[in-house]
């Protein structure tokens, strides 16, 4: 029996990707961004609970067969991993907390997303149906999707207390890149039922297909917005929601059919990855025109996209900061100096003021020389006891 070589072959390129997309989160946004309950919440809560209802919602009324719902239930399932934080880094939403969410929708995929896929599996479709797949497989993928997250993880954990530990990421962002990009060409030109071609199907599968990615970003502005978040963070909770990472699917299409089955299966998400794409690139464009970015809604669209205004907005606050830190020094170091330096502007004043008594009581009694002596006596030790308490 001759043995099939492609899950195996699209199991490594997933791996690979996931790997390197994990070994990109970097932690050290966590201590400032962890903070954000609310906003990481709905991002948490739209990606894990929202967007995959939504796939179910959309297979069952759109009555997908088996091979397109149980592909599109993946796909849903599947956050998008560091595809998110390109979005937002290009387009100026708030990246630092869309690279937190990444650290943590990445960590809680290894259980939600077998989670979810078998829930909605289970919902959608009969008992019978589900037994002629492949679940084996399907169980393998996922497993090496765990094991990526997990390794690539620890990888960008170790690397943070290196002192080339930026250059480590980089590396492996790019590596997971160049899988990303193998996969994609290894399943368009090695599935058994032939070439991928997107032309020629059923209405349902053009817009069918893309309703979550339409109804995730409706969902995410409401949400986000009823939740009262800054206008970036709206912006960065929508493309998490709806950027999905299509590898899953693609390998997992891969594992669960055959045949022309195949074939039909993989248009789903290489449809979906097109479509994301241009949805989620519309959006951010008309966010930064209504000013929901960090980005000056007038600003040129090359320099929008080219230059970061988080690390700009980054670097004023540091300056404003060290100002004020200028600012507190040195109306310290004034009140040293008043202390120190000043003890005989304090010491002149008291001396002028034992003075104006000493002269009162000799104008009042002239001729009482014993009272005269005891006044001196009692000033003189009034001025050596305020200069004890000046110094």
């Not at 990888?155 to 250059?167: C, D, H, V």
């Not at 709206?234 to 997992?252: F, H, K, L, P």
């Not at 299409?253 to 055959?258: E, M, N, P, Q, R």
């Amino acid at each position: 029996m001759a043995v099939n070589f492609r899950p195996i072959v699209g199991n490594i390129f997933l791996f690979l990707l996931i790997f390197g997309m994990s070994a990109t989160v970097d932690f050290s946004h966590f201590q400032t961004q962890i903070k954000n309950v609310r906003a990481i919440f709905t991002g948490l809560f739209l990606q894990f609970i929202v967007l995959p209802f939504l796939g179910f919602a959309v297979v069952k009324a759109a009555n997908f067969d088996s091979v397109m719902g149980i592909t599109l239930l993946i796909i849903t399932s599947s956050p998008g991993g560091a595809y998110s934080n390109w979005f937002c880094s290009i387009f100026n939403a708030d990246l630092a907390l869309s690279v937190t969410m990444t650290a943590i929708s990445t960590i809680l995929s290894i259980g939600f997303l077998p989670l979810n896929v078998l829930l909605y599996t289970r919902l959608t479709y009969s008992s019978d149906v589900l037994s002629t797949l492949n679940w084996t497989l399907l169980g393998i993928s996922l497993v090496v999707v765990v094991c990526a997250i997990t390794t690539g993880l620890y990888t960008s954990r170790k690397s943070t207390n290196l002192a080339n530990g930026k250059q480590i990421r980089s590396i492996a962002n790019k590596f997971g890149n160049l899988a990303g990009l193998g996969l994609i060409l290894f399943t368009s030109l090695a599935p058994e039922g032939g070439r991928i071609t997107l032309d020629g199907r059923e209405p349902i599968f053009y817009y069918g297909t893309i309703m979550p990615i339409v109804l995730g970003l409706m969902c995410s502005i409401l949400i986000s917005s009823a939740a009262n978040l800054k206008k970036p963070e709206r912006v960065t909770v929508a493309v998490e929601c709806v950027y999905q990472n299509t590898g899953i699917a693609m390998t997992s299409c891969l594992a669960l059919f055959s045949g022309d089955e195949q074939q039909r299966a993989l248009g789903v998400p290489f449809w979906y990855t097109g479509m994301q794409t241009v949805f989620v690139g519309v959006y951010c464009l008309v966010s930064w025109k209504l000013g929901w970015t960090k980005a000056p809604a007038n600003e040129n669209i090359f320099k929008v996209i080219f230059q970061s205004y988080e690390l700009k907005e980054e670097e004023e606050e540091e300056g404003q900061q060290e100002e004020g830190h200028g600012g507190v020094h040195g109306d310290k170091n004034d009140t040293k100096n008043g202390q120190g330096n000043g003890g005989g502007a304090l010491d002149d004043l008291e001396l002028n003021h034992v003075d104006s008594r000493s002269s009162l009581g000799k104008n009042g009694k002239e001729n009482d020389c014993d009272t005269d002596d005891d006044k001196q006596s009692s000033d003189s030790f009034h001025i050596n006891s305020t200069k004890i308490y000046a110094h």
